[in-house]
């Protein structure tokens, strides 16, 4: 079984084997809270979790979808991520929205997008009330949507840019300078700082080859410095650019 440890510094994968009785155990450092995703066999199920957290889970590996269970810390909000990536999913096929993303004109895609963003406010506000999940869980929520729009929408852009209309970006000036609660949703806020990257990236094309070209020849500090000059450039908020650049020099 893996665990999948979705941080905003990147990916980590944790393998371990289930023992006779059929249990298991991960015990890890967790630097921030953060989305993670449990892989047994073709089955994905994410929970989210904060340092020093202790969660238990209970599933039938016939019928994961069906029972599993969390208990301990975050167990309220864990339970009903289930329910809230069940409308989502609900609403990405109802919508024929991945048919879409092909399909649509520039402006459709984006009416599109700001539907499934108005929908699932409908649809955490009912979450909200009924079933009364930590107070933490609507934030991670909204954040999720509003930066999987914001994926998709950058996605479509790089594979319709000849015909975009000259205000289709303009969503991002909302998103450039993130709210502390938007870091703990880690999975689609990396997946939207690395798409926003390589859009703004996309007028510098010829320098970023230089960049590439000082790294092969092993002119690491050179390669980095002339990054630098690009991040600066690029990024308004201090805290998308430090996480880009640690990743960077993490790397």
């Not at 450092?29 to 020093?52: T, W």
């Not at 016939?62 to 069940?86: K, Q, Y």
Request: charged share 25%.
């Amino acid at each position: 079984i893996k665990l999948i440890a979705l941080e905003l510094m990147g990916r980590e994968n944790h393998t371990v084997k289930l023992d006779k009785e059929g249990r298991f155990y991960f015990d890890i450092e967790l630097i921030s809270a953060h989305d993670n995703y449990l892989l047994f066999g073709n089955k994905l199920v994410p929970f989210f979790a904060n340092p020093s957290d202790s969660i238990h889970l209970e599933f039938d590996n016939a019928h994961i979808d069906n029972s599993i269970t969390f208990f301990g810390d975050g167990a309220s909000f864990n339970n009903h991520l289930r329910i809230f990536f069940t409308e989502l999913g609900n609403f990405l096929q109802k919508s024929s929205f991945f048919g879409h993303q092909q399909d649509a004109s520039p402006i459709e895609f984006k009416e599109l997008c700001s539907h499934l963003q108005n929908h699932m406010t409908d649809k955490i506000d009912s979450i909200m009330r009924t079933l009364k999940p930590e107070n933490n869980a609507k934030d991670w929520m909204n954040t999720y949507v509003k930066y999987r729009a914001a994926e998709e929408l950058l996605q479509y852009g790089r594979h319709h840019q000849e015909e975009l209309p000259a205000d289709y970006f303009e969503f991002l000036d909302e998103l450039e300078d993130p709210q502390k609660h938007d870091l703990k949703c880690s999975q689609f806020y990396e997946d939207f700082l690395n798409d926003f990257t390589t859009y703004q990236m996309t007028g510098k094309m010829d320098g970023y080859d230089q960049v590439r070209n000082y790294l092969s020849e092993g002119d690491t500090l050179a390669g980095l410095q002339l990054y630098l000059e690009f991040m600066d450039q690029i990024f308004i908020s201090p805290i998308s650019k430090d996480l880009v650049l640690t990743k960077t020099v993490y790397s």
